[in-house]
Structure formats: C-alpha cells, structure tokens
C-alpha cells in the first residue's frame, strides 16, 4: 500500500510540475527573436532545450504566439489559391521568389468597385431545384393523352418494354451527367457547361446554340399544346371562344406567354413557388387517377365506353401487342417507342438551373436520379392499370350494353366491343381521354393536362435564357455578346427571356407545331448522347483531371448511352436525325474555323496528347526506309517574328508534313518567366502566320554550345531534326573573329551529329529585327521576374549577329533583362498582322517585297540546280520539293553537274538524264561542266586575295592568332586547286544562273583539322556573291532518294 500511496504521490507532483511549466517560458533571446522577425525559418523553429535553460521569464516568448504567415513565406494549402487557374494571384509566392529568395513588393491594388445588384440572391437546394423541376417535365402532357394509347397498341408486355428501354437510356445519361456535374464545381450553363467543358468549344458551342433554340421553339409548342386541351375541355360544355379553331389557340397563347414572361422576369422565387402549385395539381390528378381504378365505373355510360374496373380477363386481353394504323401511320414497336419517349426527356430541368443551385455537385446527381427512379414506377404503374381495367375497342354506345346485359351479365359488353365492320371512338387504342374516363373526377385530370404543359414551358422559358446567357460570356458565337448581361442579385438573363418571347411568340402564330416535335425531341437527343459519350472520352484519355466524386458509373455503360441515343434519334425520324447531325457538325466546325480563346481542359486536349504520344511511340518502332525519308528541319531563327524570310522559305520545304523547329539561343541566365514568355511570343508569332512549327530555346554564356545543345536535344524519338539550316553570315570578314570560329564550328557540330546543312542566303539579308516592329509588338508591359525590382524584358533576345545575313552585327550589350517585354495586341486579328517600322512608320514597299519574298508567287523561270557531289540526294530532292509549292509553280528545275573526264562529257550528260528519269524527277535541261579544272580568271583571283587579305599570315609569324582563324601560306598551298575550283564555279554560276529564280548547290565539306574558318567562308562568299536567291546545302551522305518502289 504504501508503494501505492507513493506512486501516485510521485504522480500528482509530475503533474502539478507540468502544469506550472505551462506558464513559465524560455528567456527569449533578442537575437533569435529578431531572426524570427525577418523571416528566418531557421530561428522559429529551433526547440533547442539548451537554449536559457533554467531561466525564467514572466514574458511569453512570442515565436509560439506567431502565425504562420509570419514564420514563413510558404502558403498554406486553401480553396482560393486555386480558384482561378488561369491567373496568379498572390495568394502563393512564385517558385522564383521561394528558390531565389528575393521577394518583390506587393503593391496595394487598387479595389475594385463591385456594385451590390438589388435584390435577394435566390438558391435552391435538390428538393425544389432539380426533383421538382424533373418531375414537373417527366411528367408532361403525355402521361394524359399518349400512355393510354402506348398500351393499347403495345400491350401491357411491350408497352412495359418500351418504357423500360425509355427509361434506361435516360438512366445512363442521368448517371453520366452526374459524373461531370461532380468533377468539379459547375457555373451556370447548365448541360452546355457541362459538355463545352468536357468536350471542347465545338460540341459545348453547338450543343448550346441548339438547346436555345429548340427550348425557344418547346416554349410555344408546349402553350399551344396547353390551349389545345383547354380548347377540348371548352368544346365538351359547348363553349367557344373566337372560332373554336386556330384563332383561339393564338389568342389564349400569347396571353399566356406574356404571363409566363412576367412571371420569370418576377424572379425565380416567384416562378418555383408557382411550379410547385402546379406540381400538387399533377400529384393530386395521378391519385385521382389511382382512386379511379379501384373506384370502378361509375355509370353505364363509362362501362360503355369501356372502363370495366380490374378483371383478369381485360389484363389477358391487353396483355399482347395490336399494332394498327394510327393517324395514317401503320404502327409497329420502334414507331410507338418514338412516339412516347419524348415524355421522359425533362431529366435537364434541373442541370440546366446549376447557376442557381445551392451545390450543384450534389443536387443534380440526387434530384435528377431521384426523379428518373419516381416516374419510372408511376408510368409503369399506371400502365398496368390502365390496361388491366379499360378495353382496347369500345363502341361509347349505352343501348348495346344494355342488349348485352339483357342477353347475360357475362355479355354485356358484347356489343360494345364488336368493331368488326364499325369505327370505335373509345377504349385505350383510340381514346387519347382515357385517363380522364378512369378517373373520379375528370375536370382534374385536364387541370393536370394544364399543369403538365404550363410547367414545361415555364422550364424551358426559364432555362433557354440561361444557356444563352452562359454560351454569350464563352464568346464562341459573334453577335451574342450582347445576352451576357444579367439583372438583379440573381443575375437574371432578362435580355435572354425577351428573345426567347420572340421566337415562341412568331412560332404561336403558325400554331402548327407537329412537324417541329420530332427535331426538339433529336437536339435533346443529341446533347444526351454527347454528355454521355463526353464521360466515355474523358475516362478513357486518362487524363489526371478526370475525377468525379460520383463514382458510379462506367465508360462502356456511358457509350452504351450513346449509341442508344443515336439509335434513338433514327428511330424517331430519320430525316430529322441527319438534320440534328448536320447542324451539330455544322456549328462545330464554325466554332472549330474561329478558334476561340478557351482553354478549359477538355478531355479532347486531354485525348490530343495521348494521340501524339502514342504516336510517337509506334514511330519509334518503324524502320525507317529512304522511300519515307522526310526533311526535319532545326532551323537558326532566332525568334522567328527577327527572320521572317528563313522561316518562311523552310516553312515551304516542311509545309505541314514534315518537322519544323525553330531554335533559339538566349545567352547568359534568366529567369524561367522570361523563357515562358519569349515561348509564347514564339509560337504566338508562327501560329499568326500559319506556320506548322514548333519552337526550342536553349540557354549557354556561347552560342556555339548553344547550338549543340539545339542540335542534341531538340525533337523526341525518331521526330528529331536531319537538316539544320540557318542564315549565311553577311559580316563573317568584319565580325569579332570569335564569333566567326563559333559560326564555322556550327557546322562541324551539325556534321559530327551527321545532321544535314543547309545555308540560305539572300540579297537584302534575313535579319530584320532592326527594321521591323510587327503590330502585336507595339504596346510593352513590364513583368516581374526574380531578380530585385522590375525587371523590362524585350522581345528580341536573341543575340543575332550570329545570324546576321546582311553584314549588320547586332549590339554585344543586348541583354533581355535590360529591355521593354512587348504586349499582344489581344484586339488585333489572327490574320491581320501588319509589318511596320520603329515607331510605327509604314515601310518602304521593297523592304515589304524582301520580308514577303518567300510567301508570294515568284517570278516563272528556273530553279537551277548545282548537285556537285553525291551528297545522298539531299541537294536534288529540296529543289524538287520548292518545285512542288505553289509559289514556285511557274519555275521548271534545271540541273547542274560535272564531268567527271573533259573528254566523258555527253556520256555524263546521258547518265545524269537517265538518274533523273528513274527518279521520276521533272527537269527542263541537263548541263555538265567538263571544264571545272580550268583556271579562273585573273579578276576573280584579284577579288578573291582582296578578300582573304586582313586574314593572311605567314608560317612564321608566331604572334598571328589561332590558326582557325587565320589564313597561313601553307593551308592556301595545300588548298590551291580546291579554291581555284571554287573560283571556278564562281565563274561558272555568274554565267549560267545570274538570272534564275533560285539556285540550289552542294555545299563545300569542311574537312576538320585542314580548312580554316576564314579560308571556308572566302570560298562561299565568292560562290554566293551577288546572286539571286541561293541555298547551298549538303547531306549526311546517306541516300534519300531512290528508283525502287
């Protein structure tokens, strides 16, 4: 016991120690607490128990009573750091100012001014927003006057079929649409939200401008459908109102749609509060209904007519199908489908309020189910009991029952029902009021038919001005911009109710809608099945993004849906069915033509890459085969928008079917925003000028291992580049010789990597980004980027006099964190960019000429073609290609080549002629050289000695610099017939090719180690010197070209 008393002793002390250490702290240390200040993760988080130990303090140390946004620059996880995806709020620091440690000052914006609409924000929750809704438009008009009828010609079995496979293929859309509803939070759209999210622009686009439309045009067919069975009810007490025809149908219309205007313009408390009243006439006629058919007939009148009450044998009677001609139709299964499945397409009620919906994640899945689950058991349930209590075939006649009965009470209906040689007026085939005959109290049953048409066009009113509303913010059509404005707290489409009034107004007019019924029932048809193939697509693409909460449902069960659909719309009609197609393809492809700006994550981006990479990958199981050889060009752009010529001209070889990369070296380091950002100004520009390509950018302190990492690392698996091309280098004799060694070493680069090369060069030069400031370059923003203060980016960072054609070296001090970022002119057209110079001075019309020289019609002549050596094919097949374009249509190919002895000349000239036929290559002439050995003229070798002469040096001068550089004695001896050769073929093309379109020739191999920069440039400058347009090019000596098939 004792042992025990002290235990617990021990324990009341151990406890009252920690509860008086509770409030006693640390000595706080003036250091540690001014780290803690500043940021210092280090210092807030030291727990250190050496640190004042055992000396207490009556102060609290303050680092346990700080947040933690001020212990630290990291942000927590929450809801509104991930609100909008398409900004960058300052909710969470970037990855710059967390890595790089340098925070810029937020400066206190401006707050916006947000005007409080008047009014009460009204939300509704699944009971009343989506349940209510499904059920007052499933319940529709046809529960009353064609249910009846289904049974009579269907059977009860095949009647019970056909609302089966009805309810079925509204199961699965309700099941897919629950599955987008929930991946993610819904805006207000409805079904058109949901698919232009899921799908894309073009479907959302089409099925949105659609579902307007037909839910404009149900609005007055549903009304007239309403004046209609008001009209039957006044007929049966004799009243007329006008002309007891069409006249009434307009007048009584347009009164009513003018209150069901008024009534949504009220507001949407209002316009439920209403569909509820009109929900509690619906249920109240169904039990009258029921109460009926356990009621039995209550005079000889309705039994003559041929309500029985429940019998066995009616049920026998009834129970197989007796399919007949029906208002000139002859009737059969499918037909009879079509005609009753219209009454369950009401389960978008509910979606297409998801603005107005408290949590629309929630309430659609649960009201919309909920509501398929309830009409499904009603409608099947009343079909059994209409069919188990009234006859097919009933004459209405009161004095042939009584002959029956007279005769026996078993047959009393034995007249009633002989319609052999007669037309019967009653029973469920041909009464479309045998609801109303069942029932205890007619009058209701027609005040259900009213509440059933009113509601659905109140629904239909109401939700059309909401997908308007929600298709004019996305902006995918022109001219609607103007049905964005909402009005009130609610934000109500009041804009859109008057255009809906408009339409439903011209079509109340016609009052002959029956025509129009089936196209409604095919768009709604056609939007069911894109919601349902829209969750197939989405499962299927795999795509990370695709995670509803509402897991059950299945992507083969969601194509199932669509393929029923389909079949459904064709069944229907279909000549209505190809009508809905073709305007979902039509509308599609104008939405696909505008290309707006939407960026929604569809599951078609989603598939798009999964496309490409499998692509990709069953490329690199391919052998590759000369037959199929491409050219996959690296071209040395720069960004693209400072050498429109290079990119056009190597545009016309890819154009479209081959791969083209622009490479561009940015010298020094930036910061990553500065690489987004000249990427997007990249591709924005070739996307403006309709060039199929793609855009890489390296980063090095040398352009020469720069372009080697271009070389190594640019495209994936077997789409990577076989041809570099670049610009020629119009200033390589007055350039820092440095920058001359690195030119010259990029094309020993590109051969090392057995990468074809090819060298444009032209008259006026390529580089015009001194000269040309495009449209969208005109307006400049500033962006932040990690380094302290604000830092101007300019659109031209590229360091290009290493690109230079035109002798004009760009400025060495260029850096792009030293100049203005420029802004898209977001208001100018895709296809409306313009060329101006600095300060937005038009440009001389021969400078337009050279920028456009690529992208216009060239003059007719000839492509002259130099094929010198046997490169592979390469030199042949480019100008081929150019002269497959159109801008080259008028130009025929004339080749060039050498013999090979003076005296073998027209036996080269046949053996080239017949190389060319088999490869099935066009040409207009054949000419070989046999003189290339000749001796160049004096003047040319004076030319080319002024032109290598601030690059001689002498054996023995030992202070000359790099021999890479420079031009020794015994490298131009060594070199002597080479370079005469080359003078030589000076000669020979200012003679020959002086006045074609283009000229194509191999270029000269630079063999490693025994050709210096200066001595290789002397040879292409002679060459090139004073020509049209001319591309020297080499292959990697393999073939790319060949006469087998």
Known sequence: MEQVRSSVCRMEEQQQEEQSSRFIVDRVDADVEMGVGNGDDGGADDDSPSNSIGQYTYVYDTRYAKSMGQLTREALPRAENYKDIMSFGDFRPTLDELHEGQFREKKAEKEEVVVQ???????????????????????????????????????????????TLANVVTLVTAISMSAVSTNGQISAGGIYYMISRALGPGFGGAIGLMFTLANSIAVSMYIVGFCESLQDLLASYGTVLI??????????????????????????????????????????????FIIGTFWGPLDVEEQAKGFVGYSSEVLKQNWGPDYREFEGVQHDFFSVFAVFFPAVTGIVAGANLSGDLKDPGSAIPLGTLLAIAVTFVSYFGYAIMIGSCVLRDASGNVTEYFMGLNESAADAMKYVINCTDRECNYGIEVDSQAMELVSVWGPLIYGGCFAATLSSAIASLVGAPRVLQALAKDKLYPMIGYFAEG???????????????????????????????????????????????SVFHATISKTPGWRPSFKYYNEWVSLVGTILCIIVMFLMSWGTALITFATVVFLYLYVSYRKPDANWGSSAQAQSYNSALKGMQELNSVEEHVKNYRPQLLVLTGMPGARPPLVDFANLITKNVSLLICGHVLLGNHNQRIHEHLRAKALSWLQRHKT????????????????????????????????????????????????????????????????????LRLREGLDYSNVVVEEEQRETKKLQSGSPGLVWIKERVNQCRYFDCDGSSSDSSHDPAKEPLKKKDKKRNSSSFAY???????????????????????RKGTIDVWWLYDDGGLTLLIPYILSQRKIFAGCKLRIFALANKKNEF?????????????????????????????????????????????????????????????IRDSELKAHMEKTNRHLRLRELLQKHSREATFVVMTLPMP???????????????MMTKDMP?????????????????
């Open 117 to 163: 609409k008047k009014g009460k924000v009204i939300k509704f929750g699944w009971l009343e927003g989506v349940f209510m809704r499904c059920l007052l438009n499933i319940w529709g008009v046809m529960l009353f006057l064609r249910l009846s009828w289904v049974i009579g010609q269907a059977g009860i079995f095949e009647g019970l079929l056909i609302i």
């Open 243 to 288: 002309d007891g025809a069409t006249n009434d149908i307009r007048v009584v219309g347009i009164i009513t749609l003018i209150g069901i205007l008024v009534l949504a313009i009220v507001g949407m408390d209002w316009v439920t509060r209403f569909q509820m009243a009109l929900l509690f006439v619906l249920i109240f006629s169904q039990i009258d």
């Open 487 to 533: 009005y009130g707290a609610n934000n109500d489409p009041v804009r859109g109710y008057v255009l809906v009034f408009i339409i439903s107004f011209a079509c109340i007019l016609i009052a002959q809608l029956n025509a129009i019924a089936p196209l409604l029932s095919n768009f709604f048809l056609a939007a069911y099945a894109l919601i349902n193939f």
């Open 692 to 759: 199929k390509g793609f855009f890489a950018m390296v980063e090095d302190p040398s352009f020469e291992g720069a372009s080697q990492s271009l070389m190594q690392l640019a495209g994936l698996g077997k789409l990577k580049p076989n041809l570099m091309l670049m610009g020629y280098k119009g200033d390589w004799n007055s350039c820092h010789r440095e920058e001359l060694r690195a030119y010259f070493n990029v094309i020993h680069n590109a051969f090392d990597r057995h990468l074809a090369v090819g060298i």
């Open 836 to 858: 101006t110079g600095p300060g937005g001075q038009p440009l001389s019309k021969e400078v337009i000429n050279s920028l456009t020289q690529f992208s216009r019609k060239q």
């Open 906 to 966: 027209e036996q080269d000239q046949r053996k080239m002629a017949a190389l060319l036929s088999k490869f099935r290559i066009e040409y207009c002439d054949v000419i070989v050289i046999p003189d290339i050995a000749k001796k160049a003229l004096e003047s040319t070798k004076r030319d080319f000695e002024s032109l290598i002469k601030p690059f001689r040096v002498t054996d023995g001068d030992t202070n000359a610099p790099d021999d890479e550089i420079c």
């Open 1007 to 1021: 063999r490693k180690g025994t050709v210096s920069a200066p001595l290789y440039m002397s040879w292409l400058e």
């Open 1029 to 1045: 347009p001319f591309l020297i090019v080499r292959g990697n000596q393999t073939s790319v070209l060949t006469y087998y098939s």
